[in-house]
């Protein structure tokens, strides 16, 4: 069968489809990812089809909304502000998606890409099925990750969950109509698309760890969470000289990394070498996005280098508790610093403190050296944070999330 998967952000919401992709195609199926054209090579490097999305993520980080976006960080206004920016992105995304489904049997569709995703479903009479990174529908356990982890209670994180569903259909609502129009459909708005969504039990599978945020009781059924779906690797590529060397010529260093954050502060490279001396470490500094670079006696400079290699031969992580670097440190077992910035960073980094497997959340606007450096040190000299992250490691290893997919797509296909 003809499985595409779409989906659109950064490369942590690309890379998790290759695994799955390649999963899907030993099973038997032909798979395509549709995603913006800057992961074109990660996609094809995978064995996968590909087929472009408009957009630059990186780009749109640079601009100077996507700067005002970091700026303000998680919370209220921060959210505010991404779905008010994302409305023009969405109307860019909803005319690459027009002639998407035209030759597939499925449509996988991530959380970027779902609420317009369905119409085009719709329009071919093709089945669809969510794969979610993160958890959106309302619930009681925890609110709206847009929000951080901050509880209010059953009914609040409920209300808050269903005014933040609310404000993403508003925001889609726009975008949603202009596809529809171009695909010949009837002018629904989204909410009742999504109302219609919920009746039907409309799958959808969470491809996180149900030992990292468990299946809420309240969700309807249809919605599961199945375990990590994780990058495809490349199996010819070795360790450049210089990152082997320096691995063995001391203790296990901590690795920095922001991923796909383009927009770091200026100052970031002081703050970080000033904390790795006095937290007295080796580091690994991962470039990224952000063409982050710390150049410290002791501090070696890297660029694109697998997780999965590299993560379970340090010590510890600073990372930005993004979605992708979240899952590649528990499956590494490594304890976490994380220095979360916006959307859904602040939710998971509070989640890695309340799992015992990080430190307690330093958000980028309040960094300090001092904060860092002790951060740091909290997690190396205290062998809970490593005997947590080990043992929950393991818990993840026994976990399969692509075999649930594979029936998943079995099923929507007999029907």
Do not use: C, K
């Amino acid at each position: 069968m003809r499985v595409e998967i779409v989906t659109a952000g950064s490369r942590g919401d690309v890379a998790p489809y290759t695994g799955l992709g390649q999963a899907l195609r030993t099973a038997g199926h032909r798979v395509t990812v549709t995603t913006h054209g800057t992961f074109e090579a990660l996609v094809t490097g995978s064995g996968l089809a590909f087929r472009p999305l408009p957009g630059d993520p990186y780009a749109a980080q640079r601009t100077p909304g996507g700067r005002r976006l970091h700026r303000l960080g998680g919370g209220l206004r921060g959210t505010a502000e991404f779905v008010r920016q994302g409305r023009r992105y969405l109307d860019d995304l909803a005319t690459g998606l027009v002639d998407v489904g035209t030759d597939a049997d499925v449509l996988l569709l991530a959380t970027t890409t779902a609420p317009l995703g369905y119409s085009v479903a719709q329009r071919y009479g093709i089945p669809s099925i969510g794969v979610f990174l993160q958890p959106v529908a309302p619930t009681g356990d925890f609110p709206p990750v847009l929000l951080g982890d901050r509880s209010f209670g059953p009914v609040g994180n409920r209300a808050l969950g269903r005014g933040a569903e609310a404000a993403s259909a508003r925001a889609y609502d726009h975008s949603s109509r202009r596809l529809r129009h171009r695909l010949g459909l009837p002018p629904v708005p989204l909410a009742a698309l999504l109302r219609q969504a919920r009746r039907s039990g409309w799958p959808v599978l969470h491809g996180f760890s149900p030992s990292v945020l468990p299946r809420p009781a309240d969700w309807r059924p249809g919605l599961e969470v199945i375990g990590y779906w994780w990058p495809a690797t490349d199996p010819h590529w070795t360790p450049p000289p210089d990152l082997t060397g320096f691995l063995n010529a001391g203790p296990p260093p901590v690795l920095i990394t922001f991923g796909s954050m383009a927009v770091l502060d200026a100052s970031l490279p002081t703050l970080i070498g000033t904390a790795l001396r006095r937290a007295g470490v080796r580091a690994i500094v991962q470039a990224g996005w952000g063409g982050l670079r710390v150049g410290d006696e002791g501090v070696l400079a890297v660029g694109d280098v697998p997780h999965d290699w590299l993560l379970p031969r340090v010590a510890a992580v600073v990372h930005h508790a993004g979605a992708g670097t979240t899952a590649a440190g528990l499956r590494a077992g490594v304890p976490a610093v994380t220095v979360p910035l916006i959307a859904d960073q602040p939710f998971w980094a509070a989640r890695l403190a309340r799992l015992g497997v990080a430190a307690e959340p330093l958000p980028a606007r309040r960094l300090t050296a001092d904060r860092l450096a002790h951060a740091i040190r909290a997690v190396l000299d205290r062998p809970t944070y490593a005997e947590r992250a080990r043992h929950l490691a393991a818990r993840i290893a026994a976990e399969d999330g692509h075999a649930a997919v594979l029936r998943a797509v079995d099923r929507v296909i007999r029907r």
